[in-house]
């Protein structure tokens, strides 16, 4: 769990310069691939669904 929870702290770090920078490309694309695998299998993974399929629910609502 430790390991996983730095790689997800350094890919986003990696993504967010990237992003700012906006140096995109097919590093960065696998940079976001990479932080996305890791932040699913930390306890992160459930509160980021449950906000995602509020905002859904909300948004079908309008």
Known sequence: MAITVS????????????????TLGPGSAFIAVMFGFFLASTGASKPI??????LIETASNL
């Open 49 to 54: 669904n449950h906000l995602t399929q509020s």
């Open 7 to 22: 790689l997800v702290a350094l890919f986003g770090l990696v993504l967010f310069f990237l992003l700012r920078s906006k």
